[in-house]
């Protein structure tokens, strides 16, 4: 096996922010492939995020330690724990290894990545929310009106412009649905409450993302889910499997990414245990081309939820794989029919 990483920038169409970042236009993943000595290549990608202490320089020191003849596209069970063995946390990079690996899997065995793991997928099923970042209440009603064809926004919040954000929401699109992430900017359970008392005036705001600080004592989040109006779900809070029991306490649901849990097989066991435990599931994306993006729509059939939209807030996409027209995921046009069913353009 050899194993091939490269960086590539991502060009955005509009400065990115939220509530923990300043804005940005440009974003950098590292692509990854494994190819076998048998002429299978398998596709990963890493979207490194800041917040859990990781970038494109920890991502490459931990590929650069990868030794590639210790992984199977015959094995992907053994072949990640190996690479756990390699260093702990790191889960971005790993996230790269894992879904190179699945994708070489499921096309040895024939099949695209969603049947490969057993969960099928629903043609023009699945709806994709469309992400409106921090910014002036000007530019969001820009962003707003691009976003026209989505049936449903994501909103975010958690700075003391809100108010006027909404509103400038609400000014293009009167009744769209809409979902909002605080990523944790609300920072006491009482704040966190009127701002989402608030929200839940707007009939038509579906559910609030992680609206408080990851360290925010469990008795508060407890106090929290109890009084909200709107489902509460966790993103920040929620990272593997072993998470779900005490975001069960907390939240109504849980928001996973592929980054964050490590992979397509972390991220099947983070829905899986979310699910038995009665939490709504959703995934969610960084600013990520369609080889991340495609890795998580093979999922979907797992979630009641998605914000899989990281490739459609850049201009210079350079694979193709699910499409979202109208927020509507689909398949049906990408060119490969195996494994992850992404190409390069």
């Known amino acids: ?36 000595g048998a002429g299978i290549t398998g596709l990963g990608e890493s979207s490194p995020i800041q917040r859990y202490n990781e970038n494109m320089e920890t991502v490459a020191a931990f590929l650069r330690r990868v030794n590639a003849a210790k992984l199977s596209f015959a094995d992907v069970p053994g072949s990640m724990r190996y690479v756990d063995s390699v260093a702990p946390g790191n889960m971005a990079a790993k996230c790269a290894v894992n879904i190179a690996l699945v994708d070489g899997a499921a096309r040895l065995a024939g099949k695209a990545v969603y ?14 929310s469309f992400t409106i970042g921090i910014d002036t209440p000007e530019i969001i009603r820009q962003k707003v009106m691009a976003a026209k064809d989505y049936p449903i926004l994501k909103i975010k919040v958690g700075v003391p412009g809100d108010r006027e954000n909404m509103k400038a929401v609400r000014e293009i699109a009167p009744t769209k649905t809409v979902r909002v992430d605080a990523n944790e900017g609300w920072k006491t359970k009482e704040q966190a409450l009127e701002m989402i008392q608030w929200l839940a005036e707007d009939k038509h705001v579906e559910y609030v993302e992680q609206p408080m600080p990851t360290t925010t004592p469990v008795a508060d989040m407890v106090w929290l889910k109890e009084r909200s109006p709107l489902p509460l779900y966790g993103d920040e809070s929620y990272h593997t499997a072993a998470d779900a029991p005490r975001c069960a306490e907390c ?11 490590g992979g397509i097989s972390a991220g099947f066991g983070a829905l899986s245990a979310a699910r038995k435990l009665g939490l709504k599931t959703m995934i969610g994306c960084m600013i990520e081309t ?22 459609l807030l850049i201009t210079d996409d350079p694979y193709v794989g699910v499409t979202a027209e109208k927020g509507l995921l689909s398949f049906a046009s990408a060119p490969e029919k195996l494994g992850l069913r992404v190409s390069r353009r």
Do not use: Y
């Open 1 to 36: 096996m050899k194993l091939i990483f490269r960086p590539i920038e991502l060009h955005l169409a509009h400065k990115w922010q939220i509530a923990r970042t300043s804005g940005s236009i440009t974003s950098e993943v590292m692509i990854v492939e494994l190819q076998d």
């Open 115 to 128: 049947d490969f793991l057993g969960l099928g997928f629903r043609e023009r099923h699945h709806v994709t």
């Open 251 to 261: 939240f109504h649901g849980v928001n996973i990414k592929l980054v964050k849990t």
């Open 290 to 311: 369609s080889i991340l993006i495609s890795a998580a729509a093979h999922l979907a059939e797992l979630c009641d939820h998605l914000d899989i939209d990281g490739n």
